[in-house]
């Protein structure tokens, strides 16, 4: 279990030099597409260099909450700061929300009212800004946090976005067709707008609980009825800190046993099949056939003591 720590640990901390450094990348480069964009008179440009200007808040903003998330658990935070590095993520996911609205709000009337852009201008910066946004995403691709994965996936569409700009000021230098400039600067944003929901979407689920993704709770039931002495499984709640760390609580009924060391016994092979499923924290309930379990809606083993029998929910 030590070496599992150490390990999360690891990744915590390399995580935050990951950011650190697309941070860097991402703040420089954005003030080079501020002034390349009102140089060429581009709002697909320009656009770029917003989502980027949004992209290194958020990813300032990341690195603090990654850096907050490896601060030690204390009387005020019992399960640790873990949860910090995930909340960085969804203030970084409405943060693109708002710059794609105020990119929109500039680039559609310019489809009906379509301007000229320095077309060789926009040929160079998308070539320099596929090479520095490409450099982040590999940075990035290393880690493993949910925080990482929303700031890779959102330099990825800076990536794409600079290649789809490539591709259309090459058109322009063929054909003249400024209309193009907007409706590229239209289907980044819509692009953007539909992968921040769906980071949201994750985001969400893991702060309201959920059973993490990947986490199967009736295979989890069905591998602990083989360990010998356990009868069966009920009050399963499963949730994840920041998307990776994932915590179980659980109430095992057991046979009759002979004495505590063999109740252990039995909750080490429990907690091994589940630390096999990826549940890196477990906190273990035990009771016997003919105790009747306190818990609200849970089944009792047989009759209460009240005379009433309660059906027992996973």
């Known amino acids: ?31 080079i597409e501020i002034v390349g964009g009102i140089f060429t008179n581009s709002v697909a440009v320009i656009s770029n260099a917003l989502h980027d200007l949004g992209d290194s808040l958020s990813l300032g903003l990341a690195w603090y909450f990654q850096k907050v998330s490896h601060r030690k658990r204390d009387r005020v935070y019992s399960f640790g700061y873990k949860r910090f590095s995930l909340l960085g993520a969804i203030i970084n996911s409405f943060v693109l929300i708002t710059g794609s609205i105020l990119v929109l709000n500039e680039t559609i009337p310019r489809l009906f009212k379509p301007e000229e852009a320095h077309v060789r201008g926009m040929l160079v910066l998308a070539l320099f800004g596929m090479i520095v946004n490409g450099a982040a995403v590999l940075r990035l691709k290393k880690g493993s946090s949910v925080n990482e994965r929303v700031v890779s996936l959102h330099l990825l569409e800076d990536v794409l976005g600079w290649g789809a700009i490539l591709i259309g ?88 046993v002979t004495g505590l060391w063999e109740i252990k016994n039995i909750k080490d092979r429990v907690k091994t099949v589940l630390n096999n499923l990826k549940i890196n924290h477990v906190t273990i309930e035990t009771e016997f056939e003919e105790e009747c379990c306190d818990e609200e809606n849970s089944v009792c083993p047989g009759d209460c003591q009240n005379g009433r029998s309660k059906k027992r929910i996973a």
């Open 1 to 31: 279990m030590k070496k599992k720590q150490h390990n999360h640990e690891h990744h915590s901390h390399s995580g935050t030099a990951n950011i650190k450094v697309a941070l860097a990348l991402n703040a420089g480069f954005t003030l």
């Open 169 to 256: 000021s090459i058109v322009m230098t063929i054909v003249h067709l400024p209309v193009l400039d907007p409706l590229l600067s239209i289907l980044i944003t819509l692009y953007v707008l539909f992968n921040v929901f769906k980071n949201l979407k994750t985001g969400f689920r893991v702060f309201l609980q959920a059973v993490p993704e990947n986490t199967d709770t009736g295979l989890m039931k069905e591998k602990i009825l083989k360990v010998p002495g356990v009868v069966d499984v009920h009050d399963v709640h499963a949730w994840s800190l920041d998307g990776e760390y994932n915590i179980l609580t659980i109430h095992l009924v057991l046979k009759k």
